[in-house]
Structure formats: C-alpha cells, structure tokens
C-alpha cells in the first residue's frame, strides 16, 4: 500500500507557471512507476505524463509536452509536475499516481493508488 499527498495547485493566471508535489508514503516509493492525471468538470480523467522506477524513461500527452515536466525524487519519496505557459484550459483537478507495473503506460486503470487531487484554476 503507498499513499499520496498531492500539494501545490492554485488560482493562476495565463501564461504563469506552478510546480505541483506529489508526497508518497508506505511502501518504497521508488518501487512504482509514477503519473500525473487531470480531471476537469464533465470530462473523463486524462493521463498527462508518467515517470519510470529511476527516473529515466518518461512519457507526456501532446496536450501538455513541451510545457510540463515530471520528475522524482526518491530519496525525498516525492514526485513533481512543473508546468509552464499555463493556459486556461489547464484548468482542472490534478492527481498523482502510482502502479505496480515495470513500464510506462497511460491508461487510467493500470493505476493503484491515487492521491485526493489538487485544483488548478488558471485565469484568462
């Protein structure tokens, strides 16, 4: 079992930047792959970008690549989301993730554990 703390979210606006955290607890963290998903009102959950176990391989949506970059700090047990040139439609409820799996994937349901959210709000 791993537990996940999601922290960082806020009202923006346009074009500014946030750095999103994602605290992990119980079982060793650097033992799952990593992700990042939003969900915005009326719409399904969407994979943003995963990380692997090191670190090494990651994986990001058309929709966010180029302004958002995922990364961890295992010895922290600590995943982020730095997101630049934030744009209205970023609007959303961010979740971290974790899954018990070697590879990268995108699908919602290989995901275990999530955290409770964090809201995003960017303004125009």
């Known amino acids: 079992q791993v537990q996940l703390v999601e922290s960082g979210g806020g009202l923006v606006q346009a074009g500014d930047s946030l750095r999103l955290s994602c605290a992990a607890s119980?079982?060793?963290?650097?033992?799952?792959?990593m992700g990042w998903f939003r969900q915005a009102p009326g719409k399904e959950r969407e994979f943003l970008a995963a990380?692997?176990?090191?670190?090494?391989?990651?994986s990001y949506a058309d929709s966010v690549k180029g302004r958002f970059t995922i990364s961890r700090d295992s010895a922290k047990n600590t995943m982020y989301l730095q997101m630049n040139s934030l744009k209205p439609e970023d609007t959303a409820v961010y979740y971290c993730?974790?899954?018990?799996?070697?590879?990268?994937?995108?699908?919602?349901?290989?995901?275990?554990?999530w955290g409770q959210g964090t809201q995003v709000t960017v303004s125009s």
């Open positions: 993730a974790a899954a018990t799996l070697g590879s990268v994937v995108r699908a919602v349901l290989s995901y275990n554990y």
């Open positions: 119980g079982r060793t963290f650097s033992n799952y792959l």
């Open positions: 990380i692997s176990w090191t670190g090494g391989i990651t």
